[in-house]
T-cell receptor
């Protein structure tokens, strides 16, 4: 295992409520990523971080925000959940050293917005 | 921007048969390529990668992929599949040289189902 945990693993919430998903790593890796997985779309990047307090948007960032106040934690927040955000969310990490390109993924969080 | 197309959404095969999962990419710059595998209700695991050097790369469980720059392809093959290979497979690319913060662009996924 790459030392990545995600919490919660499953969540059901109502439309309009805020939701925060947590990714925690024990590897001290510099880069962290949030993806969503939807049938027929593969995985799409939501936001990523390249250091503490350094974050940027990915391909599908609308309706999501992130924070990284310490190396080991990367939080994804849905400010006001919508049914279109029902998905499986994966966190990934990557070393910061030169020549390292592979990402390692967490177990995922299944989010249902009713 | 990069894009990845996996040409088959589902591939059913019988045990011990050969299989090929097709992946084509589009990019205006050099890329590195990856295949990830996802078993049911699990996260993604790296299967193999191409960064440079030999265009044929192999995994520890018998899969191989060949980088073909002229055809912009990175097809995944296995000469004889097992029931345990049943999973979803994803092809992904990132910009070579570390200028993209390692962001991956994924294909849509191919579900490989191995029948006894």
């Amino acid at each position: 295992d790459a030392g990545i945990t995600q919490s919660p693993r499953h969540k059901v919430t109502e439309t309009g409520t805020p939701v925060t998903l947590r990714c925690h790593q024990t590897e001290n890796h510099r880069y962290m990523y949030w993806y969503r997985q939807d049938p027929g779309h593969g995985l799409r990047l939501i936001h990523y971080s390249y250091g503490v307090k350094d974050t940027d948007k990915g391909e599908v960032s609308d309706g999501y925000s992130v924070s990284r106040s310490k190396t080991e934690d990367f939080l994804l927040t849905l400010e006001s959940a919508t049914s279109s955000q029902t998905s499986v969310y994966f966190c990934a990490i990557k070393e910061g050293s030169s020549g390292t390109y592979e990402q390692y993924f967490g177990p995922g969080t299944r989010l249902t917005v009713t | 921007a990069q894009s990845v197309t996996q040409l088959d959404s589902q591939v059913p095969v019988f045990e011990e048969a050969p299989v090929e999962l097709r992946c084509n990419y589009s990019s205006s710059v050099s890329v590195y390529l990856f295949w990830y595998v996802q078993y049911p209700n699990q996260g993604l695991q790296l299967l193999l990668k191409y960064l440079s050097g030999s265009t044929l790369v192999e995994s520890i469980n018998g899969f191989e992929a060949e980088f073909n720059k002229s055809q912009t392809s990175f097809h995944l093959r296995k000469p004889s599949v097992h029931i345990s290979d049943t999973a979803e497979y994803f092809c992904a690319v990132t910009i070579a040289g570390g200028t993209s913060y390692g962001k991956l662009t994924f294909g849509q996924g191919t579900i490989l189902t191995v029948h006894p």
